[in-house]
Structure formats: structure tokens, C-alpha cells
């Protein structure tokens, strides 16, 4: 079984105090991402109050009152159901890759994500990670998602066509067969369908319909209670893209569900602010159906575990992704237009290297792009387009290089 889908911004299992009082955090439990092009945001909640908003605490308390006892581990369980695999402890994975040797810094994209949750107070942050409700978008459009269904799935008209061109053009390019791939996108508005929202709640904790429509309206009216969320269409729950495979799979909630791209419209409205137009978005559905090339040839296979293990297949879909947009056989990209390519892969690099869902550095994602650029400019003759595993192993020989540590000792009078 190859599958993959994206923890996005509820990669932690947070423990919340339900009755009345302080809210405590419980140890995290991290969880493993693949596919998506961002890695898990993390929230800073050493600054959260001593208690949570009496409003909100009876709101949680009362969605509570509906859920099974167990409903925390049935959050768990559907979570590692559908592909989401607990990490090493944090230690090995910190002993894998040190921070203290990598140039890292935010990005204009990091900048931007701060700003989406400006005046979301972390009492909420803290409740909606808890209820998975950051994920609600992205498990709708996986398990429920139609490319026939554009109302509630479909890419917006910004660049749906843009997007299905470069969907066709990939799949024609690889030596692979992605024509059982479907693409369709997340929308913003999901989380304003009081009966998707239910759904969703049935789906997890298998409430009948009067308690799944009971526990959505307290949901909705936690989100509709901050204006920062603008009612669930705040580009945070969308901000993501990813790849799902679910071929060899014998469980009966997912075996049936088609291999899919989603792309979300919140990163795209992301690429819109940073100013990277149409290539940056095109490189991004580059990047996710580089990694249904690796579901079909075995390349996420590696000894490499945790962090290590994400980092390079997310790198390799970087180089694959621009290999593909850059070559004259794919899509061609001009002088400027890999530039906007490459930009988008730094924008999105993070600096989480003690976290399963650690995607590479901006500096890391940037070396990788250029080095699909590269020898996509390589191609001699009639450049041909190289075999997919011929690549791969092109790759795997650039990868020392890719990761290899770059921060600048200090000077000796600073130490």
C-alpha cells in the first residue's frame, strides 16, 4: 500500500481541557505529512491566556456532550486510517538533522500565514486544531470530492483552465500511467455547508444525523465568532495542496476512493498575494503530480526515516516538478517563468527540522528547483524526455549536495 495525504495545519493532537477552567495542552503527538507542498504550520501558544473565553469552553463543552467518550481517539484513528503514520521521537529525529548548521529565515509566505490568523485568538486555534476542524476541507474533498461536482469542487475560474491544461500536459509527459488521477480543489466556502460540515463530523465519530447537524452549528459558531475566520473562508483552511494514492489498499473506508490531486484554493489566493502568478501555481500541481510519479515507481522507499525521509521525497518532487515545467517537452517554462517557479518552492521551504512533516529549508527547496531546471536545459538533440527512474537516480546522486549543511560560521569574536 502507497498512501499519502497531508497532515496540513492540524499535524498535532492537542489535549483541551472541556470543563470550565484553564485550558492545558497535552505532549504533542506528531504526525507524518506527504504530498502536501506545505509542511505543517506550527502555532506559538506560549502566549495563550490562563483560561479560555467562557463562551468558547461551553461551546466545546457542549459539542462534547455529543461525542462519544473516546472521541479524542477516534480522531487518532481516522487520522492513521487514511495515511497518517506516527513519527519517531522527536530526539531522533532532531539527531538526524541539526538546525545549528542550515541557513533558515521566514519567507514572504511564512510573513503571509502569520497574517491570515491576526486576531485569532489562541484559545480558538487551540479548539479547532483539537476538533480537527483544520482538516475538514481537505478530508471533504478526499473521500467525498468529484471532478464532475465543480460547485463544491471545483478549481476557481481564475485558473481552472490554466490548471487543466497543465494537468493534461503532465500526464502526457511522465513514462508512467497518471490518467486515473483526477484533480479538484478545496474550496474556501466548505466550512459554511452546515450539511458538508456535519458530514464530516458523522464520518469521524460516527454520530447519527440530529447529533452530526447539532455538533456542526457549534462549530460553525466557533469559527463565526472570530471575524478574522470570515466564517470558515479564511485562506488557512485551504492552504495546501497534495497527492492521495490509495491503490493496494483493502481498507473498505478508502479502497474505492480514485488517486487525486487537490489543490486548494487558500494557496492559491497565497501565490495570487506573493505575486508569483500563473507559474507559480502551475509549478505546484507540478510538484504533486511529481509525487504520484513516486507512488507508481516505489520512490518514497528509502532507510531514511522522519524528518530525513519527508525532506527528500518533497526535494525530489521539487526537482521533478521543475523538470517538467522547464522542459521543452513539458511545459516550456521562459526565463522568467522558472524564476517564478523556483521562487515558489524557496517561499515554501520551513524551518521545522525536528518535525516529521519537515519539508526542507527554503534555501534546500531553491537548490532542488534549480537543479530540475538544470537538466531539463541539459537535454541534448532532440532532448528526450528522461525515464522517470533514470532521474530518480540523478536525483538521489544531487541529494548530499542539496542538503548539505550551509550556515556561515560565526566570527571568532562572537562566540
Known amino acids: ?12 493532537v492537542l489535549g483541551l481541557g472541556l470543563a470550565p477552567g484553564p485550558v492545558h495542552a497535552a505532549p504533542l503527538a506528531s504526525v507524518s505529512a506527504g504530498g502536501g507542498v506545505v509542511a505543517p504550520p506550527r502555532f506559538d501558544y506560549a502566549t495563550a491566556r490562563a483560561g479560555a473565553d467562557p463562551k468558547t469552553q461551553a461551546r466545546i463543552a457542549a459539542i462534547a456532550a455529543l461525542l462519544p467518550d473516546n472521541w479524542q481517539a477516534m480522531l487518532v484513528d481516522k487520522r492513521e486510517r487514511m495515511g497518517l503514520q506516527p513519527s519517531l521521537a522527536q530526539q531522533l529525529v532532531a539527531d538526524a538533522i541539526d538546525p545549528s548548521l542550515y541557513q533558515c529565515q521566514d519567507t514572504q509566505f511564512t510573513t503571509y500565514t502569520r497574517g491570515l490568523l491576526e486576531g485569532v485568538d489562541p484559545d480558538t486555534l487551540l479548539v479547532l486544531l483539537n476538533l480537527g476542524v483544520l482538516d475538514y476541507a481537505a478530508y471533504d474533498a478526499l473521500i467525498y470530492g468529484q471532478p464532475n461536482n465543480e460547485a463544491d469542487y471545483g478549481l476557481p475560474a481564475s485558473h481552472k483552465s490554466t490548471l487543466k491544461r497543465t494537468f493534461k500536459d503532465a500526464q502526457q509527459f511522465w513514462d508512467v500511467n497518471l490518467f486515473d488521477v483526477k484533480l479538484m480543489a478545496m474550496q474556501n466556502d466548505m466550512l459554511q455547508d452546515p450539511a458538508r460540515v456535519a458530514r464530516m463530523v458523522a464520518f469521524i465519530w460516527g454520530l447519527d444525523e440530529e447529533q452530526a447537524a447539532a455538533a456542526a452549528a457549534e462549530i460553525m459558531a466557533i469559527i463565526g465568532s472570530v471575524p478574522a475566520l470570515d466564517g470558515g473562508r479564511n485562506p488557512i483552511f485551504t492552504l495546501n495542496a497534495y497527492a492521495f494514492t490509495t491503490e493496494g489498499e483493502a ?31 502551475r509549478a505546484i500541481l507540478a510538484h504533486e503530480m511529481a509525487h504520484h510519479v513516486q507512488f507508481e515507481q516505489g520512490l518514497f522507499d528509502s532507510p531514511l526515516t522522519g524528518a530525513e525521509a519527508t525532506r527528500r521525497t518533497e526535494l525530489m518532487a521539487d526537482g521533478f516538478g521543475t523538470y517538467f515545467v522547464t522542459h521543452p517537452r513539458g511545459l516550456n517554462f521562459n526565463g522568467v517563468q522558472i524564476h517564478q517557479a523556483q521562487q515558489t518552492f524557496y517561499e515554501v521551504g520551513d524551518c521545522y527540522f525536528d518535525d516529521p512533516g519537515h519539508h526542507g529549508t527554503p534555501n534546500q ?13 541539459q537535454a541534448t538533440g532532440t532532448r528526450p524526455i528522461l525515464p522517470s527512474t533514470n532521474l530518480f537516480n540523478r536525483f538521489e546522486r544531487k541529494l548530499p549536495a542539496l542538503v548539505k549543511p550551509d550556515a556561515r560560521p560565526e566570527p571568532a569574536g562572537r562566540r
Open 1 to 12: 500500500m502507497r498512501r499519502r495525504i497531508p497532515a496540513l495545519l492540524a499535524a498535532t
Open 251 to 281: 481498507d473498505p473506508l478508502l479502497r474505492d476512493v480514485p488517486d487525486k490531486v487537490v489543490f486548494g484554493e487558500g494557496l492559491l489566493t497565497a501565490i495570487g498575494a506573493l505575486g508569483l502568478g500563473t507559474a507559480g501555481a
Open 365 to 377: 527547496r531553491l537548490r532542488a528547483s534549480v537543479w530540475g531546471a538544470q537538466v531539463a536545459q
